[in-house]
């Protein structure tokens, strides 16, 4: 049994914007995420901070574990993503 994603604001607009095969790897992602989210081979721990981060190719997803949801903090461009924190 998984987590619910929790993917909605600013994250899930930007989602909503990417290209359909980035959509997809993302999604796929996300669903390994809610199956597994502590997992070394899927994500790791931002240090200083109780967020973990997940890579999809030049993409990272910033997210937390919220009770028995997978909340997406943020979605971007490997380059970008870690300046906001």
């Known amino acids: 049994m998984g987590l619910s994603i929790d993917l909605r604001g600013t994250p899930a607009r930007y ?3 990417l290209d359909k095969p980035t959509k ?3 999604k796929s992602k996300l669903e390994q995420l809610a199956k597994e989210p502590r997992s070394a081979e899927h994500s ?3 240090h200083g901070v109780d967020k973990r981060t ?3 190719g030049d ?3 910033i ?3 919220v009770g028995e ?3 997406v903090v943020d979605i ?3 380059g970008d993503i870690y300046k906001a924190l």
Request: aromatic content about 12%; cysteine-free; overall charge positive.
């Open 59 to 61: 993409y990272r997803i």
């Open 15 to 17: 989602f909503e914007k």
């Open 44 to 46: 790791k721990p931002l």
């Open 54 to 56: 997940a890579r999809v």
């Open 76 to 78: 971007g461009p490997r």
């Open 69 to 71: 949801a997978l909340r």
């Open 63 to 65: 997210f937390q574990i």
């Open 24 to 26: 997809k790897r993302i």
